[in-house]
């Protein structure tokens, strides 16, 4: 950053930290044993598509990740805009799950997009509640988001998963951070 950069009070965005996803399997391991949520296999990357050349550029990279590995990852747009790149695999291969997520974020940080990543999202249920483990790349942590119904979250088992994942992951501290993921893929 310059001095221009300084004085005007500009600043560069935080490269994403992606190597915090690897951290999953065995806090997911924790998760079941603490709490009974366990692994759905599904999991996503998110991003905000620019406009202009850059969007067609990221639209086709994209488009590339999607032919890798015959229909390996779908794709979905939110009512917010947003695009979820989305990989199913089989619940008892988080690993895996986690490997093809890292993939897909490196491929897109490497082609020059890593500003439009927003976060990945990993799958779990209780049998009866979902839970979604949020990554956010700008801040490098997770944070537990579970839907209790349209645009309505619960937070005390938010609050309980924090507490059972505080040792294995890197936890957001602002809880204004945890926005809610209504409608992502899987939830």
């Not at 009070?9 to 690897?22: C, E, T, W």
């Not at 747009?77 to 690993?95: C, H, I, K, M």
């Amino acid at each position: 950053m310059g001095f221009l950069d300084a004085l005007l009070g500009r600043s560069k965005p935080a490269p994403p930290n992606l190597d915090q996803l690897f951290a999953l399997p065995s806090a997911a391991i924790n998760l079941q044993a603490a709490t009974g949520y366990r692994p759905t296999g599904t999991g996503s990357v998110c991003f905000k598509a620019a406009e202009g050349g850059g969007f067609a550029a990221m639209r086709d990279q994209v488009d590339k990740l999607l032919a890798l590995d015959d229909g390996k990852y779908t794709s979905q747009t939110d009512r917010f805009g947003y695009t979820w790149l989305v990989r199913q695999t089989s619940p008892d291969d988080v690993a895996g799950l986690v490997t093809d997520l890292h993939a897909v974020n490196s491929e897109l940080v490497d082609a020059g997009f890593g500003t439009a990543l927003l976060c990945t999202l990993v799958n779990f249920t209780d049998g009866t509640q979902p839970l979604g483990l949020v990554y956010l790349y700008k801040q490098g942590s997770w944070y537990p988001f579970v839907p209790a119904g349209p645009d309505r979250r619960d937070n005390s088992t938010e609050l309980q998963v924090r507490s059972v994942l505080t040792d294995d992951l890197r936890i957001e501290p602002d809880l204004a951070r945890w926005f809610p993921v209504y409608g992502a893929p899987g939830l």
